[in-house]
């Protein structure tokens, strides 16, 4: 249980070095395992800009399909918050380095149904999308050091197969080979009024002026970057998501899996 938010939270303790681990449902790990006499099931890269859709719609193609899901970003959320937390300021890539390959990060599933991530043991879910992570993260990720340690332990992730992993430089850095991969995109006005209301929907007073701001200068940073730079995969299947509801989305996304696997 974790002591700040008083929920059961089930996860693999994985301490001593960056590392990132997923519990599966008890239904899952009590069935009876068969011989793998079939080849390692999809790797499906999603990639986007902030506020594309891309987390919520990889979260539901993940359920359809029976696949792990992976946000990466929120990796980098929570080494933000680590930095913040230690005082180690977001403009010295030797520490942040430091930090990121000695700090654990782990997801669990609550009780009552929810992701939560927990940052050193911590559940610090709640903090992962404040204004003041917000105002720093793209200066985390764009650490080479801190990309490095965290690329490392998505990898080991997605090894298995049978995962929907989302962020921006899956299909061009994490999972290069990667069976499938899938670009989201959308206008900024669209993805700052997104990310506006998910703001305000978790009680995070946010102005959408601020939030267009950000989102533009994080787009900024994000694409011109030295270390794995947002930008779409020369194999992946882009889709504009301005016009087109969550389920529209999603179903093209499982097109274009059943098409590529």
Same mark, same amino acid.
Do not use: C
């Given at each position: %249980?974790?002591?700040?938010?008083?929920?059961?939270?089930?996860?693999?303790?994985?301490? &001593?070095? +960056? =590392?990132?681990?997923?519990?599966?449902?008890?239904?899952?790990?009590?069935?009876?395992?068969?011989?793998? +006499?079939?080849?390692?099931?999809?790797?499906?890269?999603?990639?986007?800009?902030?506020?594309?859709?891309?987390?919520?719609?990889?979260?539901?193609?993940?359920?359809?399909?029976?696949?792990?899901?992976?946000?990466? &970003? *929120? %990796?980098?959320?929570?080494?933000?918050?680590?930095?913040?937390?230690?005082?180690?300021?977001?403009?010295?890539?030797?520490?942040?380095?430091?930090?990121?390959?000695?700090?654990?990060?782990?997801?669990?599933?609550?009780?009552?149904?929810?992701?939560?991530?927990?940052?050193? &043991?911590?559940?610090?879910?709640?903090?992962?999308?404040?204004?003041?992570?917000?105002?720093?993260?793209? @200066?985390?990720?764009?650490?080479? &050091? #801190?990309?490095? @340690?965290?690329?490392?332990?998505?990898?080991?992730? @997605?090894?298995?197969?049978?995962?929907?992993?989302?962020?921006?430089?899956?299909?061009?850095?994490?999972?290069?080979?990667?069976?499938?991969?899938?670009?989201?995109?959308?206008?900024?006005?669209?993805?700052?009024?997104?990310?506006?209301?998910?703001?305000? =929907?978790?009680?995070?007073?946010?102005?959408?002026?601020?939030?267009?701001?950000? *989102?533009?200068?994080?787009?900024?940073?994000?694409?011109?970057?030295?270390?794995?730079?947002?930008?779409?995969?020369?194999?992946?299947?882009?889709?504009?998501?301005?016009?087109?509801?969550?389920?529209? #989305?999603?179903?093209? %996304?499982?097109?274009?899996?059943?098409?590529?696997?």
């Amino acid at each position: %249980m974790d002591e700040k938010t008083g929920r059961n939270l089930h996860a693999v303790n994985a301490a &001593g070095s +960056t =590392s990132i681990t997923t519990s599966e449902s008890p239904a899952i790990q009590q069935r009876p395992r068969k011989p793998n +006499t079939r080849r390692r099931l999809p790797r499906i890269a999603v990639d986007g800009p902030v506020g594309a859709g891309k987390t919520t719609a990889g979260r539901m193609l993940a359920s359809r399909l029976g696949f792990r899901f992976l946000d990466t &970003g *929120l %990796m980098y959320r929570a080494i933000t918050v680590a930095a913040l937390d230690a005082g180690v300021r977001t403009d010295d890539p030797a520490a942040l380095t430091v930090l990121a390959r000695n700090t654990s990060i782990q997801l669990a599933h609550s009780d009552d149904g929810s992701d939560r991530l927990l940052l050193d &043991g911590h559940d610090v879910t709640a903090r992962l999308r404040t204004a003041d992570v917000e105002r720093h993260i793209s @200066a985390v990720s764009a650490v080479t &050091g #801190v990309r490095e @340690a965290l690329v490392e332990a998505q990898r080991k992730v @997605a090894d298995r197969g049978g995962i929907v992993m989302v962020g921006r430089d899956i299909g061009t850095v994490v999972l290069k080979d990667a069976d499938v991969k899938i670009f989201l995109t959308a206008s900024p006005e669209m993805r700052a009024r997104r990310r506006h209301q998910e703001l305000h =929907s978790k009680g995070h007073a946010a102005a959408y002026a601020e939030v267009l701001d950000q *989102l533009k200068r994080r787009d900024n940073l994000d694409s011109s970057r030295a270390a794995s730079p947002l930008v779409a995969a020369d194999d992946a299947v882009v889709i504009e998501t301005d016009g087109l509801s969550l389920n529209e #989305v999603v179903a093209r %996304m499982e097109a274009i899996v059943a098409s590529g696997t």
